[in-house]
């Protein structure tokens, strides 16, 4: 049982005077202190922050309603199918400030994409993508009208909250921040979108639960018609839709295939060996094949041992050329172990036998794309664009390594070409 200093000092911080919400939530589910505390949480968000004031209109004109309750483990919930918002009253004013717009946030997604009620309907690496963005964004947007009410009000406990509770997104923001006083700026909010992805525990935490819990669930209850996974996002559908700024733009105007970032896509070891069961035991039952390309997701944990690609090195072939395969023949930019540099080399020296191959990887050097190797399950290769790096799969042969490097080679110019010529048509 508290103690009385302890119950004192509660009713001292929700000692708020009554006061009518100026944005006109339904607060009927919440009575006492409770109720004028939350009055006081809205009116603080209208008064001193545009872009929380926005999320809560629009919150409020999707029919939800608000209430307020002691609870265990989070600081607040949203229910999008009973359209309602509980904030837990054991938690701190600046807390349940970010808290309050950070699940606003989540109704306004839902209302600008209803594709994030529709989880468990989409390919893996729109799930992937989708899933992460929703958070990320909460998050970032949130930070970003704490920013806009510690200007207005003077008050900096709900943007300090951050620190204890979220310091990858705090620090991701203020790294980008370049006046305090001038308040969110795209690049602000980027940093904090981004700073969500480097907390691995609560990336994989929501992995667990959109990913690994629910093909478990449905596993066990041999159901596999509740999550068809057969439906497509693009990150920029994702980012246009919905991680927008206190004005309406989007802050990943200049980059709004993000999501589609390897690293931030990447998946949990145990996350593929479940998907692989599952998608197997679906086509067992059902007959419906898996979309390949979930095989393809980087997986972040899967780390090869310094001699898993020893045997490929000590080949007949490999040994007949060992001193020519120390050399590059192209001078590639690469990031590779030693091994990777012997299949490296012996690829290229293999391929620039030919002169047209040997032009076309000449192209390659030039494009700067990095070459790096990473276990994939599916394809030979892949190109992240955005870091301009060429993935080659540590586990292909060496045939399927000389025709990804020319195939991909080719991609990158074409790409290229094509970058240059939108970037000049919008200067016309």
Same mark, same amino acid.
């Given at each position: ?194 700073? *969500? ?54 802050? *990943? ?176």
């Amino acid at each position: 049982m508290p103690s009385l200093e302890t119950a004192l000092e509660e009713i001292q911080r929700y000692d708020y005077p009554e006061e009518d919400p100026k944005i006109d939530f339904d607060l009927s589910k919440t009575a006492g202190l409770n109720k004028n505390f939350l009055a006081h949480l809205i009116n603080v968000c209208a008064d001193h922050s545009p872009i929380a004031k926005k999320i809560l209109e629009d919150t409020l004109a999707e029919g939800y309603t608000l209430s307020m309750e002691s609870m265990r483990d989070c600081a607040g919930v949203t229910y999008s199918e009973e359209k309602h918002i509980i904030l837990n009253s054991c938690c701190d004013e600046g807390t349940l400030l970010a808290t309050l717009i950070h699940e606003c946030r989540h109704a306004q997604q839902n209302a600008k994409l209803p594709a994030c009620d529709e989880m468990g309907h989409f390919d893996i690496p729109s799930e992937v993508m989708v899933e992460r963005a929703i958070e990320a964004d909460a998050n970032a947007i949130s930070l970003a009208a704490c920013h806009e009410i510690a200007i207005g009000s003077g008050d900096r406990s709900a943007m300090a909250s951050f620190v204890e509770n979220d310091p990858e997104i705090y620090y991701g923001y203020t790294r980008k921040m370049k006046d305090f006083k001038a308040g969110p700026t795209p690049e602000a909010i980027q940093g904090a979108f981004l700073g *969500w992805y480097t907390n691995g525990g609560m990336v994989d935490l929501y992995e667990d639960s959109y990913l690994r819990s629910r093909m478990r669930n449905s596993m066990r209850d041999d159901d596999y018609e509740q999550f068809p996974y057969n439906k497509h996002l693009t990150s920029e559908q994702i980012v246009t839709a919905f991680c927008t700024d206190g004005k309406g733009g989007c802050y *990943w105007e200049n980059d709004k295939d993000i999501l589609s970032d390897r690293e931030l896509t990447s998946v949990h070891e145990e996350s593929m060996s479940v998907m692989d069961k599952f998608f197997k035991k679906r086509e067992e039952k059902t007959g419906i094949p898996a979309d390949p390309d979930y095989k393809d997701l980087k997986v972040a944990d899967k780390i090869e041992g310094p001699f898993s690609q020893l045997g490929k090195v000590f080949k007949k072939d490999y040994l007949k050329n060992f001193i020519r395969d120390f050399k590059d023949p192209v001078g590639l930019k690469r990031e590779t172990t030693p091994t990777e540099n012997r299949r490296l080399n012996h690829a290229l020296h293999e391929l620039c036998a030919d002169k047209d191959n040997e032009k076309t990887l000449q192209a390659l050097k030039k494009s700067d794309y990095t070459i790096c190797f990473e276990p994939m399950n599916n394809h030979a290769s892949a190109v992240d664009h955005r870091r301009k790096k060429l993935v080659l799969n540590s586990n292909a042969d060496d045939q399927a390594l000389k025709t990804s490097l020319i195939k991909e080679t080719k991609n990158i110019q074409a790409f290229q070409a094509q970058t240059m010529l939108k970037a000049s048509s919008r200067s016309l």
